[in-house]
Nanobody
Framework: QVQFVESGGGLVQAGGSLRLSCAAS????????IGWHRQGPGKQRELVAV???????NYADSVKGRFTISRDNAKNSVYLHMDSLKPEDTAVYYC???????????????WGQGTQVTVSS
């Protein structure tokens, strides 16, 4: 089994910063891609940022220039540094990873439990 430990959410004023962390642990696996999605009140879950093997990254247009995703391969961890936060960034942020396992041909997607980020105006 694979488990995620997320941390770093909280309440911040507009213009402030937060750093989210997610560490994956469990059975032997390789991370094909790992990143963050979010779901705001009354909204669908959306991709925020992802980093792939080879360190290529993608960001939602709404966070480009404000959020930075990074990873620590040795710790199977991913981080999301969020600057210039806006009230519309308020959401539950979910860590998400596409994992490969020895002797399995498929890639499996795993989700963390989510961490609340609230940005006050």
């Amino acid at each position: 089994q694979v488990q995620f430990v997320e941390s770093g959410g909280g309440l911040v004023q507009a213009g402030g910063s937060l750093r989210l962390s997610c560490a994956a642990s469990g059975s032997a696996f390789s991370i094909n891609a790992i990143g963050w999605h979010r779901q705001g009140p009354g909204k669908q879950r959306e991709l925020v940022a992802v980093i792939r093997s080879g360190d290529s990254t993608n960001y939602a247009d709404s966070v480009k220039g404000r959020f930075t995703i990074s990873r620590d391969n040795a710790k199977n961890s991913v981080y999301l540094h969020m600057d210039s936060l806006k009230p519309e960034d308020t959401a539950v942020y979910y860590c998400c990873a596409d994992l490969s396992f020895p002797s399995r041909s498929n890639v499996y997607r795993y989700w963390g439990q989510g961490t609340q980020v609230t940005v006050s105006s």
